[in-house]
């Protein structure tokens, strides 16, 4: 079995973990299943021999049919926001409620891509972890079901990242990070920091 230094579930374009990655000497996991980002992911960090890539969709259980919703490629420049290729998720109204006066995305933006969901914990077992120095989390809304699903005796983390802004839908999450922050405490977890987006906690 094998320690990680880090896994990224919804690693993007890897654009903004590129210091996160050059901290770390031990193996990295980044998981993308958008095939645009997940191809510039690897060219991004071709040159790294310490890095698996993997095109799952993570959630709760192994074996459900998801329908996974993205931007298309030929959109991005047409909604004149770079973050929108980082728009995915089983929610297609989640995506656009992300409409604005100056991101104006229809669902004639979106790519729709039929995909069989995998568990953290199947996704560990997978590559052999045993423990992981670091997990980030940024799955549009699917994080409270990851998180609370994953086997904390089984697969040792010691300090987890997390997006919060949208678990309970667009910028909505009060009730579900207040229940998210008691889950941690009764596994040992403290809050480390927070931000408008992110929410990190470390094993005690």
């Known amino acids: 079995m094998n320690n990680f230094g880090l896994v990224v579930i919804g690693a993007h374009h890897g654009l903004w973990l590129n210091d996160e990655v050059l901290k770390v000497t031990k193996d990295v996991l980044l998981v993308e299943p958008v095939d645009y980002n997940y191809l510039q992911l690897q060219k991004r ?3 790294f021999k310490n890095i698996f890539f ?3 969709f993570v959630s709760a259980k192994d ?3 998801i329908s996974f919703y993205y931007v298309k490629e ?3 420049s047409k909604l004149g926001k770079h973050w929108a290729s980082g728009l995915g998720s ?4 989640l995506i656009l409620s992300h409409r604005s006066k100056r991101f104006k995305i229809t669902e004639q933006d979106l790519d729709l891509k039929m995909m069989l969901s995998v568990s953290f914990n ?3 077992k997978k590559y052999k972890i045993s423990s992981i120095d670091k997990i980030i989390l940024d799955i549009e809304g699917n994080e409270k079901s990851v998180l609370k699903t994953i086997n904390y005796e ?3 983390i010691q300090e987890i990242q997390f997006e919060f802004k949208h678990l309970e839908g667009y910028l909505k999450y009060k ?3 207040d229940d998210l922050i008691l889950f941690f405490d009764s596994k040992n977890y403290k809050e480390k920091y927070r931000d408008q987006e992110n929410i990190t906690f470390y094993k005690l």
């Open 45 to 47: 960090f071709s040159s």
């Open 54 to 56: 993997d095109k799952s």
């Open 63 to 65: 074996g459900d049919k």
């Open 74 to 76: 030929d959109s991005i």
């Open 90 to 93: 089983f929610s297609k109204d």
């Open 122 to 124: 199947s996704l560990c």
């Open 154 to 156: 089984e697969f040792k």
């Open 175 to 177: 009730n579900l990070l």
